[in-house]
């Protein structure tokens, strides 16, 4: 069955350094999103691709930066990390032709910056 | 861009009675999903519901995109609905991009 899947599901890490979370999906879907979760925000998007060779900028995306180098996978690097980067990581994937497109989410990681 | 609010923000229910839970957003829509967070922190894809009806099982959602809002109904509810529940909306027309509501915290006491 295709699939979205993340890894680590669980990262701790020093602040300054840089951390990679992966997400792969099996769908074949053009559109990947990553979101965080924190208490009191819900989930707000961080970066987006709509393609291979496609990056944007989201909500909350100071901080964070994204490649997309084939269809599969969108990897989110924190460049150096820091403690208000502690949250849930969510990634997300969607068909490609228009706006009526359901998002599915992966499973999350958990990021603790100490 | 579009504001997405949930209501109410928590809700407490007794095993075996009924719910709705609101979505207002502040523009017109031409995509409203709904999501269960469980206790595990998954989210799990509930409706698809740009306009109108679906029901799957205990749960449907209804929404009203002229109004402005989308409804989801439990009933007869059980242990396992527990978690949060968010709805979530492209944050323009034609965006392929969500903004989502804070969610609303459901409690089922057995």
């Known amino acids: 069955d295709a699939e979205i899947t993340q890894s680590p599901r669980h990262k701790i890490t020093e602040t300054g350094r840089q951390v990679t979370l992966a997400c792969h999906q099996t769908?074949?879907?053009?559109?990947m999103f990553w979101y965080r979760q924190d208490l009191g925000h819900g989930l707000r998007l961080i970066h987006y691709?709509?393609?291979?060779?496609?990056?944007n900028k989201g909500e909350v995306s100071d901080g964070y930066s994204v490649s997309r180098s084939n269809t599969e996978d969108l990897p989110l690097t924190l460049e150096s990390a820091a403690s208000s980067q502690t949250s849930v990581y969510f990634c997300?994937?969607?068909?490609?032709?228009?706006?009526?497109?359901?998002?599915?989410f992966g499973p999350g990681t958990r990021l603790t910056v100490t | 861009g579009i504001q997405v609010e949930q209501s109410p923000p928590d809700l407490i229910l007794q095993e075996g009675a009924n719910s709705t839970l609101r979505c207002n957003f502040s523009?017109?829509?031409?995509?409203l999903q709904w999501f269960h967070q469980n206790p595990w922190g998954q989210l799990i894809n509930l409706f698809y519901?740009?306009?109108g009806t679906k029901q799957n099982g205990r749960l449907s959602a209804t929404t009203v995109a002229t109004e402005r809002y989308s409804l989801l109904y439990i009933s007869s509810s059980q242990t396992t609905d527990s978690g949060v529940y968010f709805c979530?909306?492209?944050?323009?027309?034609?965006?392929?991009?969500?903004?989502f509501g804070k969610g609303t915290k459901l409690t089922v006491n057995p």
């Open positions: 997300a994937s969607s068909e490609s032709s228009g706006s009526l497109n359901e998002q599915y």
């Open positions: 769908w074949n879907h053009n559109n």
């Open positions: 691709s709509y393609g291979v060779q496609d990056t």
């Open positions: 523009d017109s829509v031409n995509n």
């Open positions: 519901i740009p306009s």
């Open positions: 979530a909306s492209p944050t323009q027309g034609g965006s392929e991009k969500l903004v």
